[in-house]
Nanobody, 111 residues
Framework: QVQLVESGGGLVQPGGSLRLSCAAS????????MGWYRQAPGKQREFVAQ???????NYAGSVRGRFTMSRDNAKNMVYLQMNLLKPEDTAVYYC?????WGQGTQVTVSS
């Protein structure tokens, strides 16, 4: 059984930064690809970033250059550093591994 718990969301002004964390528990976490997704009100859930077990990362075009995903395999943690946040980044952000999802954390970018 895999459990994913996100934290770090909140309210931030445009141009600000937030760091999301995802605590993962369960088998094979350290060798699995981990992902961040987001869902804005009235929109479908969309891919944000992913990181392979060896650290290779891939980003959606809308966040590339502003967001950085990292992982600490020893702690079974993944992170999403979000800089230069825009109002359109407002969404519930979800951590994912294979078919497992966390409960999400709200990010609101507003002045």
């Amino acid at each position: 059984q895999v459990q994913l718990v996100e934290s770090g969301g909140g309210l931030v002004q445009p141009g600000g930064s937030l760091r999301l964390s995802c605590a993962a528990s369960g088998r094979l976490v350290s060798i699995s690809t981990m992902g961040w997704y987001r869902q804005a009100p009235g929109k479908q859930r969309e891919f944000v970033a992913q990181i392979l077990s060896g650290g290779f990362t891939n980003y959606a075009g809308s966040v590339r250059g502003r967001f950085t995903m990292s992982r600490d395999n020893a702690k079974n943690m993944v992170y999403l550093q979000m800089n230069l946040l825009k109002p359109e980044d407002t969404a519930v952000y979800y951590c994912a591994m294979n078919s497992y999802w966390g409960q999400g954390t709200q990010v609101t970018v507003s002045s």
